[in-house]
């Protein structure tokens, strides 16, 4: 039996704070992935291991409205 899940984060914004924070990062889900990365880089500097698919999902893009 597979343990392994993937996660989903959300968040409410307002419209202004949606358009300010994409005009700052046009490509929010590659930014927040990055952030979430450097979060859980070791000590040492070294990166956890990350599943395939996260890494191959960091190239989707957030769906704007």
């Known amino acids: 039996m597979e343990t392994s899940r ?3 984060i959300s968040i ?10 994409i005009r700052l990062h046009p490509q929010p889900v590659h930014w927040l992935r990055e952030r979430i990365q ?20 960091s190239t989707t893009s957030a769906t704007t409205r």
Do not use: M, T
């Open 6 to 8: 993937e996660r989903v």
């Open 38 to 57: 450097e979060s859980i880089v070791d000590r040492n500097g070294v990166i956890s291991s990350v599943p395939a698919a996260a890494a191959a999902a």
């Open 12 to 21: 409410s914004l307002n419209e202004a704070d949606w358009q300010a924070f």
